[in-house]
């Protein structure tokens, strides 16, 4: 199995700040034949199920805002908030579906 | 707008099969892009992915449970299916069904079962 850690475990940021989460596989997870890192991040709020924030390790998905980015490829790869709002406290996780069976991060927690 | 929900018992004894359901609307499951997928969350802890199912039947199941987990698809319903068997406490936990077409876009509310005597 691919393990995904992020870190920090948690993390407080002061509204307006950046916030970084970074999350390291135990193998690489990009996919030679189209170049495309097999990478997902979800934001998950209290007593809500999990939604996907960016696809392909740095494709937002529509409607989520821009202040949301990822980056990286390989094994390590980065989700930052340029400037965080109050609706951004929630737990963060990555997953990898490159192979099964696809699994996620510990998570990350961002509070205010 | 595709919405999945999922529909069981909440409160299953140790030792019995828990049994779900995922109702998909506004989608075909049939569609041959997606996987069908469960998830659970235990209390206040991550995500573990379970396993999905292809609309023709085709399973993959996380090892780590695989002896105990069945999926199944009803087409003709627009539903899929999940069951474990011989439950432990250690089965405590939001189940949550989900498509995904590589990363999982669309997810359900969840549902908690307890196992409990």
């Known amino acids: 199995d691919i393990v995904m850690t992020q870190s920090p475990d948690s993390l407080a940021v002061s509204l307006g700040e950046r916030a970084t989460i970074n999350c390291k596989s135990s193998?690489?997870?990009?996919?030679?034949?189209?170049?495309?890192?097999?990478l997902a991040w979800y934001q998950q709020k209290p007593g809500q199920p999990p939604t996907v924030l960016i696809y392909?390790?740095?494709i937002r998905k529509s409607g989520v805002p821009d202040r949301f980015s990822g980056s990286g490829s390989g094994t390590d790869f980065s989700l930052t908030i340029s400037s965080l709002q109050a609706e951004d406290v929630a737990v963060y996780y990555c997953q990898q579906f490159y192979s099964t069976p696809w699994t996620f991060g510990q998570g990350t927690k961002v509070e205010i | 707008q595709v919405q999945l929900q999922e529909s069981g018992p909440g409160l299953v004894k140790p030792s019995q099969t828990l049994s779900l359901t995922c109702t998909v609307s506004?989608?075909?499951?049939?569609?041959?892009?997606?996987?069908w997928t469960w998830i659970r969350q235990h209390p206040g802890k991550g995500l573990e992915w379970i396993g999905y199912i292809f609309y023709n039947g085709n399973t993959y199941y996380n090892p780590s449970l695989k002896s105990r987990i069945t999926m199944s698809i009803d087409t003709s319903k627009n539903q899929f299916s999940l069951r474990v068997t011989s439950v432990t406490a250690a089965d405590t936990a939001v189940y949550y069904c989900a498509r995904a077409r590589g990363p999982t876009d669309y997810w359900g509310q969840g549902t908690l079962v307890t196992v409990s005597s």
């Open positions: 392909w390790a740095s």
């Open positions: 193998q690489s997870v990009l996919y030679s034949s189209n170049n495309k890192n097999n």
């Open positions: 506004g989608g075909s499951i049939s569609s041959g892009a997606y996987f």
